[in-house]
């Protein structure tokens, strides 16, 4: 048996079994449905492309992990590593065919090959959702509430918003003088919650000297509530600005909808990508916040500037499928079932393979899920193989059941057989379990 | 400008805008449902695997066309060519976690390097369905009934299935001395409806002779019932035998389920690939044969013989989504949608960007998509935006309306205003109108 080859994936790469995969459509449709409810709609970009399209003029952190390669043609091409990139150039491609605002989802695997040893997958889905084409407030408040009614959808609606504006943080570095460290004082910031105050300071007085450190570490820890914290960065920006503004827009549509309980101004939150240029914000889990953000994201200026001379401003936001299925998990919310059948027929005599499947199309046309059993083995082995698939009943007929149109329907749980039943009654049975 | 990236999409790759990516989408989500009423499970492997899985001892049209690479580790890995051979090592590797027979289906994108001037894609969707650990004649049968099912349920329920099986071909050609060329001559037979009678038969006759060559075409070509190409079938085969049984078998299940008129029993069909062993079967349009089979398939001996010396029978089908989609697209029966939302809210006022996302909010909850729109423009613009995204209404509430409970519900069809209308009787209207 030497010559058999070893059937094993890709480090870092994964199978999924039915009940896992079963778990992870019925989430992303769940997404859909309420990206769908709030009229986006889906598009698709190829997961190739040439590397010079995702990578830019590259360097940096991204290119080392990305999957790069030449094609049969010597072509350089690479498989993407998110879907933001893809994106921004399916706008510059494509934007004189559609209306904008534009508002997409994008649901689809990404691949980064990533050191594995961090626990981190190689190969994960990526749900996005963004508005193009507008600098409204309305905009980013939709992608907030999304992002909200989201996660309330697929049932963690415990949730924390903590958003603040880019902007407004690059005013007060440039107020203090540091717009030149912007980068690593961002950097170090977005580290708080990791290292804590203190090593922060510490960090950010070597940066900027101590008494900057002070000032900026004042600027991002969060105040009692939103307006007051809103009042300390409209300070900190050396007074009211448009970007305070559009944070007190957001508060206001906050309390006009009554959805304001959700959401805290959080100046630590700046998002590490350079892109943002407005709002941005991280989400977390009220009884899992160690796990880190499951949905984050933000306003940027100017999607796709790097194929593109028209600017396109917009905002948006990504769920990590991946994190926040180990987030349910954690919590033991996750909705596992081992298959779709509510019914399974059994084999008693495998002549009637044509009859079975007439019976299983009566329950299918009523809208219950039906297997036909193909083995014709004893019926304790039968039960227990539709027990394992998760159905609830067992509908059995020989020879006799059938020429009398009689036939048992069993009830696994409970092991009760109900006899002489004719085929409407059975179907009228399982359709009134369905919504039990 | 000369900075920009130019950008496009690498050739045999396409992007998927709304209107294509949401016809896409609910034909997928049909296929799944009807997949699921047969209590099909779905599972899903990696996009990218060690070549020597994929390519197993390697050669052939195959390896040309795949998109083959080393990773970051050195290893040789390639992207799935297709969705059976993932499967076979899927099975290898978790045969123990699973109960038999297994039926699973796996909807996923594969890629080939192919010649894109035949109008082929190098990134394409595949729907495959298969039930494993069965040699029963019933999970033959309930593939043939799947592959209608589904193609009945995205509306092209006018078809022919055209079947054979292997195993009678191969008796007869071993009947006649001609096992050691079976290779070629299921080649030139597979050509038959390309090339035509005379020269299938001029071929034939040069691989075996003008006799065998004549006798090889008589078996081919279908008679005038099922019954009568199995008669002749059977001759051929020298008598009845285990695979003619099996084919009388399942004509036995289609008159008992009333479906034998889909059937055509067609000895000229063989699927090329050396895996089939059993039933094999393609699947034609009939107001559209010339476009090839849509869904194909058969029975094999032992997918996962690569990998496992554990013999693993089973039986599936293949739907090329792409192919189908051409096929909706020549008989004019797509169902193109440009969106979802069948409300949209207007902004009248930026400032109401709370009240309008409540509004909409009542929308989403009783079941209707609604759209809010962002920008404040000229309330024709706003008709014509939403017009443009599908919209059948358009809400319009200013500062007044809004005061009074009082909203108006444009209908763009119409451009007629319903007005005075309560939020409640707006949703009502709309609700009603999901029915219509």
């Known amino acids: 048996m030497s010559d058999l080859i ?22 992303t ?54 879907l933001t990139v893809p994106f921004a150039r399916f706008m510059a491609e494509h934007r004189s ?54 996660l309330r959808a697929i049932g963690v609606g415990d949730i924390t918003i903590r958003m603040s504006h880019r902007g407004v943080f690059n005013r007060f570095l440039t107020r203090l003088g540091l717009s030149g460290k912007s980068v690593e004082i961002l950097r170090t910031v977005d580290k708080l919650t990791k290292i804590g105050r203190d090593e922060t300071l510490s960090l950010l007085s070597e940066i900027a000297g101590r008494p900057h450190g002070e000032e900026i570490l004042s600027f991002i ?34 309390n006009d909808m009554g959805v304001a309980d ?25 009884e899992l916040p160690e796990i880190g953000s499951v949905c984050s994201g933000g306003r940027y200026d100017d999607l796709a500037s790097l194929y593109s ?25 996750t909705n596992r079932t081992p298959g779709f059948a509510r019914v399974a027929v059994a084999c008693v005599d495998e002549t009637f393979g044509g009859r079975y499947q007439s019976i299983a199309a009566t329950f299918r046309a009523a809208g219950v899920s039906c297997e036909v059993l193909t083995e014709p083995k004893k019926l304790v082995q039968q039960y227990a193989l539709a027990e394992k698939k998760g159905a609830r009943w067992v509908l059995v007929a020989g020879r006799e059941e059938l020429e009398n149109g009689r036939m048992i329907m069993r009830e696994i ?9 004719s085929l409407e009654e059975a179907v009228a049975l399982a359709v009134a379990g369905l919504v039990r």
């Open 6 to 27: 070893e059937a094993r994936v890709l480090k870092g790469f994964r199978d999924f079994l039915p009940e896992a995969e079963i778990e992870r459509r019925l989430l």
């Open 29 to 82: 449709e769940t997404l859909e449905k309420t990206f769908r409810s709030f009229g986006f709609v889906p598009i698709d970009t190829p997961a190739l492309e040439y590397a010079e399209i995702l990578l830019g003029k590259g360097g940096g952190e991204t290119e080392k992990q990305v999957y790069r390669f030449q094609d049969h043609g010597g072509r350089d091409v690479a498989l993407r590593f998110d």
């Open 97 to 150: 065919e559609l209306t904008l605002p534009f508002k997409r989802y994008h649901i689809a695997k990404v691949w980064r090959g990533e050191n594995t040893q961090r626990g981190r997958y190689r190969e994960f889905t990526q749900c996005d959702f963004d508005i193009v084409g507008t600098e409204s407030a309305a905009s980013d408040f939709e992608i907030l509430l999304m992002m909200r009614e989201s």
């Open 221 to 254: 820890e969060p105040k009692e509530t939103f307006e007051a914290t809103l009042a300390t960065m409209t300070a900190a920006a050396g007074g009211t600005c448009p970007e305070t503004e559009r944070l007190g827009t957001l508060r206001a549509f906050m």
């Open 262 to 286: 959700v959401f805290v101004l959080d100046p630590s939150i700046t998002r590490g990508l350079d892109y943002y240029t407005g709002v941005v914000y991280e989400t977390f889990l009220n």
């Open 309 to 333: 001379k028209d600017r396109l401003p917009g905002v948006g936001a990504s769920i990590g499928l991946d994190r926040l299925i180990a987030a349910l998990e954690a919590l033991s919310r």
């Open 413 to 421: 749980a409970t092991r009760e057989n109900k006899e002489n039943m």
